[in-house]
């Protein structure tokens, strides 16, 4: 059995994640771009989204969340522009249920999956098929994103699998309902280790990075974007090109991310 949040974990995640939680449906408002993000993109994209505002006018908020809350959330019908997923899966899944307008899918952004500990952590530990991670958890969790659903919990379940330690940190694991939140528990002390993205480490100064997963442990880690069927602002088009251009792509390449030709 994978170990549940305490009440106290809940509590601390939910705090330090006030602003990342999946919008409830709403009216659509035709001069506002609705954007649903991975929650790992939250800093860049706001960036973005304000540098887009400045030039061009208009609004846009985001919803930021596991992007397996996402996907369901448009597939059963919730208003949205633009859907930014943390893997292929969700964006098919999304795609299959005709939510995505023709033509405007793409792969944008790339990262890299981290083992973190808190920043005063003195913990060394070297990924390699077989290294004691159980051993080094002690009696503490392994904060990770939702394993059956969200991204970076299923790339990180996968790469332990593969490194073949899975079976003795499984029942050490705590599941965050994103990646967000279990860098949150980790941030706050209630976790000695936790698997992020290396985007999330960059942005948290309360957690060091242990070491990095090994590219081929697990799936690539491909963010693809597009605009949704149901997009009625008629700026949500110029927002998903000014993301990919070289004034926004310059954001989050200081954020970490890679950019995906």
Do not use: C
């Not at 522009?81 to 405007?104: C, N």
């Not at 073949?164 to 994103?178: H, I, S």
């Amino acid at each position: 059995m994978i170990a549940l949040l305490t009440r106290r974990s809940l509590i601390a995640a939910a705090l330090a994640l006030s602003t990342i939680v999946a919008a409830p449906f709403a009216a659509h408002a035709d001069d506002k771009i609705i954007v649903f993000a991975a929650a790992s993109l939250k800093g860049p994209l706001d960036d973005a989204a304000a540098a887009f505002k400045a030039a061009k006018g208009g609004d846009i908020a985001i919803s930021y969340a596991g992007s397996s809350a996402l996907a369901k959330q448009i597939e059963g019908g919730a208003p949205a522009d633009l859907f930014i997923s943390a893997d292929l899966d969700w964006m098919d899944h999304v795609e299959k249920a005709k939510q995505v307008k023709d033509g405007t899918r793409s792969n944008w952004l790339g990262n890299t999956l981290v083992l973190v500990g808190p920043a005063d952590s003195a913990a060394s530990l070297k990924i390699a098929p077989g290294f004691d991670l159980a051993g080094a958890l002690g009696d503490g969790k392994l904060a990770m994103a939702d394993v059956k659903a969200v991204p970076a919990g299923k790339y990180g379940k996968a790469s332990l699998e593969k490194l073949g330690v899975w079976a003795a940190v499984e029942p050490k694991v705590a599941q965050a309902e994103n990646v967000r939140a279990a860098l949150a528990l980790v941030a706050a002390g209630e976790a000695p280790f936790g698997i992020v993205y290396q985007t999330d480490a960059t942005a948290e100064p309360k957690v060091k990075v242990i070491d990095t997963f090994p590219e081929d442990s697990h799936k690539p880690i491909i963010y693809p974007i597009a605009q949704l069927t149901g997009s009625k602002a008629p700026l949500a088009a110029d927002f998903l090109a000014y993301l990919k251009s070289p004034e926004a792509t310059a954001l989050f390449e200081k954020a970490g991310f890679k950019i995906l030709k």
